[in-house]
Nanobody, 121 residues
Framework: QVQLVESGGGLVQPGGSLRLSCTAS??????GTWAWHRQAPGKQREMV?????????RYADSVKGRFAISRDNAKNTVFLQMDSLKPEDTAVYSC???????????????WGQGTQVTVSS
């Protein structure tokens, strides 16, 4: 099977920075699109950013200019650099990936458990 594990969450003051990581392990032939999502209390889950196999990134309007997504294919890892953090960024952040487990097989979606990010003074 495939497992995704996030790390790097925590408590930070407004204006501060955090860098999240997510690493996939298990039987992996290749990974297509990686994505970061977040869910704040009382709100629906929101896609924050995603990055294609080519390395081309996309962002939600709410984080453009402040967050940056990147990937390390050799390590099956995706990152989310978060700068100029605001209280409204407080949420559980989860990663997802489209994973190919067999040659000639299809891509299946996998999700991590999530990591808490709290922005507060």
């Amino acid at each position: 099977q495939v497992q995704l594990v996030e790390s790097g969450g925590g408590l930070v003051q407004p204006g501060g920075s955090l860098r999240l990581s997510c690493t996939a392990s298990g039987t992996i032939v290749g990974i297509g699109t990686w994505a970061w999502h977040r869910q704040a209390p009382g709100k629906q889950r929101e896609m924050v950013a995603y990055i294609f196999s080519s390395g081309n990134p996309r962002y939600a309007d709410s984080v453009k200019g402040r967050f940056a997504i990147s990937r390390d294919n050799a390590k099956n890892t995706v990152f989310l650099q978060m700068d100029s953090l605001k209280p409204e960024d407080t949420a559980v952040y989860s990663c997802s990936a489209a994973v190919k487990r067999r040659s000639g097989g299809s891509y299946d979606d996998y999700w991590g458990q999530g990591t808490q990010v709290t922005v507060s003074s």
